[in-house]
């Protein structure tokens, strides 16, 4: 099927790093991405890996994938109350790349 | 250019009435989607743009959904005979080509 999976919530505290684990499902997906929501708010793109790469790292962000094993990580490092946020995972599946297919998201909490 | 544009960013409407939302893309992004998100979930694929032409449909996108994307610029999405089960956030992403997709900030259906 076309599940990408996350677990549901993540408390950390202020300073520490943040993982949040993602496991997809197509190996055909070209990209996959993080995205951030805030409340109330639209999605925004954190970042994304092209499926040949292993590793991507942006700032405090770092993006690890398990292709073998359909594996996604982001890490945040030194992460602030403001990360606090839903995390999404995403992978973009059709034939050309048309449908994004999401995870059920990660909360993120960062306690002080 | 400001991203994806939205609007309005909050309906309310009483069931059996029928509602429109329009999404303006970034300007030179050829692609555009609409995706739908409930409390507590990912966002959901509706259907799909390749410029003016509507390449896929989710099957989630019932008869009385409507979409279209006239000349291929800003797009609107139409429920006819809303139900409760309407009631969710409709966001609108645009792309180019196969790269990633930025999202709007969403509108907000409340069927009451």
Redesign the interface.
């Known amino acids: 099927g076309e599940d ?1 999976e996350q677990s549901l919530f993540l408390s950390v505290r202020e300073g520490d790093s943040s993982v949040i684990n993602c496991t997809y499902t197509d190996s055909s997906s ?2 996959l ?1 993080w ?1 951030k929501q805030e409340p109330g ?5 954190l970042t ?1 890996i092209f499926s040949n790469m292993d590793m991507k790292q942006d700032q405090r962000l770092t993006v690890l994938l398990n292709k073998k094993d359909k594996h996604l990580s982001l890490r945040i490092a030194d992460t602030q109350t403001g990360d606090s946020a839903i995390y ?1 995972c ?1 992978e ?1 599946l ?1 034939n ?10 990660t909360r993120l909490s960062v306690l002080p | 250019d400001t991203g994806v544009s939205q609007d309005p960013r909050h309906k309310i409407t009483k069931r059996g009435q029928n509602v429109t939302f329009r999404c303006d893309p970034i300007s030179e992004h050829n692609r555009l989607y609409w995706y739908r998100q409930t409390l507590g979930q990912g966002p959901e694929f509706l259907t799909y743009f390749q410029n003016e032409a509507q390449l896929e449909k989710s099957r989630l996108l019932s008869d009385r959904f409507s979409a279209e994307r006239p000349k291929g610029s800003f797009s609107t999405l139409e429920i006819q005979r809303t139900e409760q089960g309407d009631s969710a956030m409709y966001l609108c992403a645009s792309s180019k080509d196969t790269s990633e997709a930025f999202f709007g900030q969403g509108t907000r259906l409340t069927v009451v």
């Open positions: 990408v070209t990209y991405y995205y708010a639209g999605l925004q793109l994304y999404f995403a973009n059709g050309y790349g048309q449908n994004f297919v999401f995870g059920p998201g």
